[in-house]
């Protein structure tokens, strides 16, 4: 029995179907009941759903795996977890991305330890021991510089691009984190092999310099740029209660002191195959794509997914204002709330939008 938090059920299935839809909806066929007859669905006995879909238009295939996850599942102190796991996803497994991973993994927890270490001194504040502080900042260094002899960097995307990929990417929002590629049709299994090792052995290499890397993404998209500043401000108000008023970026003083602990903890709860929908469509045989689905993802093991309370939105009794003030152009953003799927004027609101 699949166990599916409630706030997921629809949103999560009808927006990959929603993606399928346009093939329709530009030809101007059917826009729903004629593709709920092309789309194949099934659950694997690990809870793992996948839809085929048949387009015999080119020798291609994308392929789409979405788990259901995003910024509303972290916990107070913990935002911007499934944003860095996205990017962390790239970082290889025991297999990929790694010259000898018997090695490198005695660096990898030496790493975690200091750099645990390192982080638990800065929380200190003013009560920090300064030498301490430089003595373990001068350890993870030299850690970080002997592990990176072991390391074959972009190795996925190297993979991926050699064998024709193109559109290779990974999206987190507030519910859900994808990741997609596009390949030739005869690539499938390359694909399979690939994102299940990643599903069952990934390895987050490179953890605390990638922090920092997320930590600069901020800096250049919100605390720099007015849109992003504007936009963080706008969403903190229009959403009160509701963690959608949270970044999915997260805070700083939170995505500062990520660690490896909460996010494997994080990866191994949220990523399991019962959480995940795999869509496949292109240039396919639905039985020969499911005996590939199956040989590379039917062994994953499912996981009790906990459903985290989610707080209920209060209502809006009047207008709500933010200004930020920004060395820029004059700004103004308006927003509306309205119904989400799985209502119908959902997907209104959205032809609404693209009109204005």
Same mark, same amino acid.
């Given at each position: 029995?699949?166990?599916?938090?409630?706030?997921?059920?629809?949103?999560?299935?009808?927006?990959?179907?929603?993606?399928?839809?346009?093939?329709?909806?530009?030809?101007?066929?059917?826009?729903?009941?004629?593709?709920?007859?092309?789309?194949?669905?099934?659950?694997?006995?690990?809870?793992?759903? *996948?839809?085929?879909?048949?387009?015999?238009?080119?020798?291609?295939?994308?392929?789409?795996?979405?788990?259901?996850?995003?910024? *509303?599942?972290?916990?107070?102190?913990?935002?911007?977890?499934?944003?860095?796991?996205?990017?962390?996803?790239?970082?290889?497994?025991?297999?990929?991305?790694?010259?000898?991973?018997?090695?490198?993994?005695?660096?990898?927890?030496?790493?975690?330890?200091?750099?645990?270490?390192?982080?638990?001194?800065?929380?200190?504040?003013?009560?920090?021991?300064?030498?301490?502080?430089?003595?373990?900042?001068?350890?993870?260094?030299?850690?970080?510089?002997?592990?990176?002899?072991?390391?074959?960097?972009?190795?996925?995307?190297?993979?991926?691009?050699?064998?024709?990929?193109?559109?290779?990417?990974?999206?987190?929002?507030?519910?859900?984190?994808?990741?997609?590629?596009?390949?030739? &049709?005869?690539?499938?299994?390359?694909?399979?092999?690939?994102?299940?090792?990643?599903?069952?052995?990934?390895?987050?290499?490179?953890?605390?310099?990638?922090?920092?890397?997320?930590?600069?993404?901020?800096?250049?998209?919100?605390?720099?740029?007015?849109?992003?500043?504007?936009?963080?401000?706008?969403?903190?108000? &229009?959403?009160?209660?509701?963690?959608?008023?949270?970044?999915?970026?997260?805070?700083?003083?939170?995505?500062?002191?990520?660690?490896?602990?909460?996010?494997?903890?994080?990866?191994?709860?949220?990523? &399991?195959?019962?959480?995940? *929908?795999?869509?496949?469509?292109?240039?396919?045989?639905?039985? &020969?794509?499911?005996?590939? *689905?199956?040989?590379?993802?039917?062994?994953?093991?499912?996981?009790?997914?906990?459903?985290?309370?989610?707080?209920?939105?209060?209502?809006?009794?009047?207008?709500?204002?933010?200004?930020?003030?920004?060395?820029?152009?004059?700004?103004?953003?308006?927003?509306?709330?309205?119904?989400?799927?799985?209502?119908?004027?959902?997907?209104?609101?959205?032809?609404?939008?693209?009109?204005?």
């Amino acid at each position: 029995m699949n166990i599916i938090c409630r706030r997921y059920k629809s949103f999560f299935i009808i927006p990959i179907i929603a993606v399928l839809t346009l093939l329709f909806f530009r030809a101007g066929t059917s826009f729903s009941y004629e593709l709920e007859k092309r789309v194949q669905k099934f659950i694997l006995r690990n809870g793992l759903t *996948v839809l085929l879909f048949e387009r015999h238009t080119s020798p291609t295939v994308s392929l789409y795996i979405r788990h259901r996850v995003g910024a *509303v599942d972290e916990v107070s102190g913990t935002t911007g977890t499934a944003h860095f796991l996205e990017h962390l996803m790239f970082k290889g497994t025991k297999t990929i991305g790694t010259a000898n991973y018997s090695k490198e993994k005695n660096i990898l927890q030496k790493i975690n330890r200091v750099g645990n270490a390192l982080d638990r001194e800065k929380k200190k504040g003013e009560q920090t021991d300064k030498n301490r502080l430089e003595q373990l900042a001068k350890q993870l260094t030299a850690l970080q510089e002997q592990n990176k002899r072991l390391i074959i960097s972009n190795e996925i995307d190297r993979l991926y691009t050699e064998n024709g990929a193109i559109k290779l990417n990974a999206s987190t929002g507030q519910d859900v984190t994808t990741y997609q590629v596009s390949l030739p &049709a005869n690539k499938i299994e390359l694909w399979a092999r690939i994102e299940s090792d990643r599903m069952m052995n990934p390895v987050f290499r490179e953890f605390y310099s990638e922090r920092d890397v997320i930590m600069e993404e901020r800096r250049q998209s919100v605390e720099s740029d007015p849109d992003g500043k504007l936009m963080e401000q706008f969403l903190a108000a &229009a959403f009160q209660s509701h963690p959608y008023g949270r970044p999915v970026l997260g805070w700083p003083s939170d995505m500062s002191f990520l660690n490896p602990g909460y996010t494997k903890d994080f990866f191994n709860l949220y990523h &399991a195959p019962n959480n995940t *929908v795999i869509a496949i469509v292109g240039d396919i045989d639905p039985s &020969a794509t499911m005996k590939i *689905v199956k040989k590379y993802f039917g062994d994953i093991k499912r996981q009790e997914i906990h459903c985290p309370h989610i707080t209920e939105e209060p209502p809006q009794y009047g207008e709500r204002r933010v200004e930020v003030s920004f060395d820029a152009n004059p700004q103004v953003t308006i927003g509306y709330h309205k119904p989400t799927l799985p209502s119908f004027d959902d997907y209104v609101f959205d032809i609404i939008e693209s009109i204005l």
